[in-house]
Each structure stands twice: as C-alpha cells, then as structure tokens.
C-alpha cells in the first residue's frame, strides 16, 4: 500500500522561502507532484517531474522560484519554494503516479503573510 506523509509547511513572511517534504512509502512510480488548493479555489498542479529522465515541469505562477526535486535513497520529494507570495498561501499536496494507481498526500499549509 501506497503511504505518502507531507510535511515542512507553515507561516512565512512574503519574500522568504520554505522546503516541502514528501516520504513516500513503496517504488516505480512514474511520476511525482505537487498540488496545491487555496480556500474557495480549485486543486491546481504547482511543480511535476517525471522517474525517467527527471524532466519537470512548473506552473507559470511558481517558475524561477519553485524547484521539485527527488531524492532516491529517502525516497522523498521536496518542493524548495522561494520569494514566497501572499497569493501562494494554500494547503500543498504531494501525489504520485504508479499504473493507473494515483495516491495523495494528507496535505500541508503554507500561508504567507504579507
């Protein structure tokens, strides 16, 4: 069974910087991601990268600021989130992709204060 545990948010001043982490139990996965939700708004893809090749991909709000990142022997992923946005104030969701299997993490808030 599929486990993912997402951690590192919290409250921050616009301009700073927070790292998301994700452990993730089990392997072969074919893809990672981070989601984020704000209130009153729908799910929205913020960072993605792909097991084969590492290509990643960003929303256009987060480029130049968010990096997605993997690391194999902790089998975890981060999101390196810099220059912090009030408008980036949300609850931040891991996901992966394995088959037609896709599983989600509990969530994690990210506010920031302007």
């Known amino acids: 069974q599929v486990r993912l545990v997402d951690f590192g948010g919290g409250l921050v001043q616009a301009g700073g910087s927070l790292r998301l982490s994700c452990a993730v139990s089990?392997?072969?996965?074919?893809?990672y991601a981070w989601y984020r939700q704000a209130p009153g708004k729908e799910r929205e893809l913020v960072a993605f990268?792909?097991?084969?090749?590492?290509?990643?991909q960003y929303a256009d709000s987060v480029k130049g600021r968010f990096t997605i990142s993997r690391d194999n022997g902790k089998n975890t992923i981060y999101l390196q989130m810099n220059s912090l946005k009030p408008e980036d104030t949300a609850v931040y969701y891991c996901?992966?992709?394995?088959?037609?299997?896709?599983?989600w993490g509990q969530g994690t808030q990210v506010t920031v204060s302007s």
């Open positions: 990268i792909f097991s084969v090749g590492g290509t990643t």
């Open positions: 996901r992966v992709v394995r088959g037609a299997t896709v599983s």
């Open positions: 089990g392997f072969s996965f074919s893809s």
